[in-house]
């Protein structure tokens, strides 16, 4: 593939245009209520809370219970009774739940102890509302799982036909598990790539891996943010719930690892230190919560303030990094601030309200280092391709001959050297050429001549290994050039000589007194009985008989 600005420029574009979409589309799944309509899906609002303390206690939905001890949240479906395939979803927290319709039992969620996490984490909630109900009051029956955080969050609760309902949640999260999608994808083509190009890469800093690893992160933790996923896997909740909580607390690690290597390096054992205590943390809260000591959510606060910490060590290298050294800092503003600003504003909201939550903004920050990202792989990709092509040049350089265009010795070398490496069955006939009367040219006509001379035969020879690629020529030197014939059947060494000789013969180059000769000697090589690894020997025997050709005509 060769390198376009073009191309990279119209992939940027893409990205913009798709960043664009995913802010209006969160928008309007954050104010969804407005939209819900058109799939008969309403919002339910308004519920009344029974606890061991107050009863019939009027709330709106959402709601945080605090405390830890059973309570009931009652609700008014009239305006849904006697209608058929209706449902209702929502999510459930760190809780067992009951709902009960007419006394009956019509729904259970219970958590395994035994399971890996013991409180369950966030699960879908949805089940269908049976009709002919005499009563038209649901009532919601939570058993908290946790002693720490001693509250737990009533949820968004939407009730609508069954069909429209599995639509609209679907369509609420679509945005997360397709970026998700794309982001997973982006890593693997960024990592194929890496690896493709592991020599390039060992002289390079990681950046691009490590900006491809930010987005794998994210793409983590948004698909587990997904209800529709929940919904579909309900047997694989808690391992969702490990990726969820985890996906968060590494989130930090590949962009310290990403801007260790971009600012001024004299800040790289802070970086080292902080990517320690954060990777610590992430192992740590595993620990603790796989062997039921604690839960994610009660060590969220830890996991918020290192990536608060994070964010303050990248915008102080930043601000501190020289730009006149750096140059390349300023290409990073946009990402950081981004960055900042999607993480202040959730830390800020749990300082206050004590729930976080990154979904749909963080899909802001994402995009940010996506773009940068590619600006980043298009700048790697444009040096890879110009250090190919310099190693093209160089390697022209070393093994053409620059006045033939035919290989020379050196490409002979290699040649001989990979034959001798790679072919284990070989029959060839090696042909050693050499120009009659070169010296005489020279003397009489001048070098000028005498190079036409040389390039007039080379040009027939080039001629020949285009029509046969089992022909390979080459110009060891002054009027002496080497044929290397592999695996022809048909192959006549004489008949071609002779034949290349007579074409040779035609060439009107010089009137008077010589007419285009040369003279030649061949071998065929057999590597049933001959040594391919002595191939030089080989050589020296068609030389020979080359001298031979070339004494015979001055008799």
């Not at 001989?416 to 072919?423: H, N, Q, R, V």
């Amino acid at each position: 593939m060769i390198y376009s600005e073009k191309r990279f420029n119209i992939i940027i574009a893409i990205v913009i245009i798709y960043l664009s979409f995913i802010l209006i589309s969160s928008t309007s799944v954050l104010n969804s209520n407005e939209k819900r309509h058109q799939f008969k899906v309403d919002n339910i609002n308004i519920g009344t809370l029974d606890t061991s303390n107050m009863k019939n206690t009027k709330i709106e939905i959402p709601h945080k219970v605090h405390g830890s001890e059973e309570f009931t949240l009652n609700l008014d479906i009239s305006k849904y009774a006697n209608k058929e395939n209706y449902a209702i979803s929502t999510y459930s927290n760190f809780a067992n739940l009951e709902v009960f319709a007419d006394d009956k039992l019509i729904y259970k969620k219970y958590t395994d102890p035994s399971h890996i996490v013991g409180s369950g984490g966030y699960y879908a909630v949805y089940f269908e509302i049976p009709p002919n109900l005499k009563s038209n009051i649901l009532r919601f029956n939570y058993k908290p799982l946790l002693e720490k955080p001693n509250y737990t969050v009533i949820e968004h609760i939407l009730i609508g036909k069954q069909g429209d309902l599995l639509l609209s949640m679907a369509l609420s999260d679509s945005v997360l598990v397709i970026t998700g999608i794309f982001l997973l994808l982006n890593f693997s083509a960024v990592f194929i790539f890496t690896l493709s190009k592991k020599d390039y890469f060992e002289r390079e800093n990681y950046g691009l891996l490590h900006l491809s690893v930010i987005g794998l992160n994210s793409a983590f933790y948004f698909c587990s943010q997904s209800w529709t996923l929940k919904y579909i896997f309900p047997n694989l909740n808690c391992f969702i719930h490990i990726v969820s909580f985890t996906s968060l607390a590494m989130l930090p690690i590949p962009i310290l690892l990403f801007f260790k290597y971009q600012l001024d390096p004299k800040y790289k054992k802070l970086y080292d230190y902080l990517s320690i205590i954060l990777i610590a943390n992430v192992i740590l809260q595993n620990i603790l919560t796989i062997s039921k000591v604690t839960e994610y959510i009660s060590m969220l606060k830890y996991s918020h303030g290192l990536l608060f910490i994070s964010v303050v060590l990248i915008l102080y290298t930043f601000l501190r990094t020289d730009s006149k050294k750096f140059p390349s800092k300023e290409k990073f503003l946009i990402p950081i601030i981004s960055t900042i600003i999607v993480v202040l504003i959730p830390l800020t909201s749990y300082i206050i309200y004590t729930t976080i939550s990154f979904n749909k903004l963080s899909l802001v920050a994402t995009f940010s280092f996506l773009i940068l990202e590619i600006s980043e792989f298009k700048y790697t990709y444009y040096n890879y391709q110009k250090e190919i092509k310099d190693k093209e040049t160089f390697k022209r350089l070393a093994t053409v001959d620059s006045l033939t265009g035919l290989s020379n010795r050196t490409n002979y070398n290699y040649f001989t050297k990979e034959l001798s490496a790679t072919e284990k069955s070989v029959k060839a006939w090696i042909i050693i050429m050499d120009l009659d009367n070169l010296k005489a040219i020279n003397d009489k006509y001048g070098h000028i001549k005498g190079d036409s001379y040389i390039i007039s035969f080379a040009n027939l020879l080039k001629k020949e290994a285009n029509k046969n690629p089992n022909i390979n020529a080459f110009r060891m030197g002054g009027d002496e050039f080497f044929v290397f014939v592999k695996n022809e059947k048909n192959f006549n060494p004489n008949k071609w000589i002779n034949t290349l000789k007579n074409k040779f013969s035609e060439i009107n180059l010089i009137s008077g007194d010589f007419e285009p000769s040369f003279s030649a000697g061949y071998y065929y090589f057999d590597s049933k009985v001959d040594n391919i690894k002595e191939i030089g020997r080989y050589y020296n025997i068609a030389d020979k008989k080359m001298y031979d050709d070339k004494n015979r005509k001055k008799e």
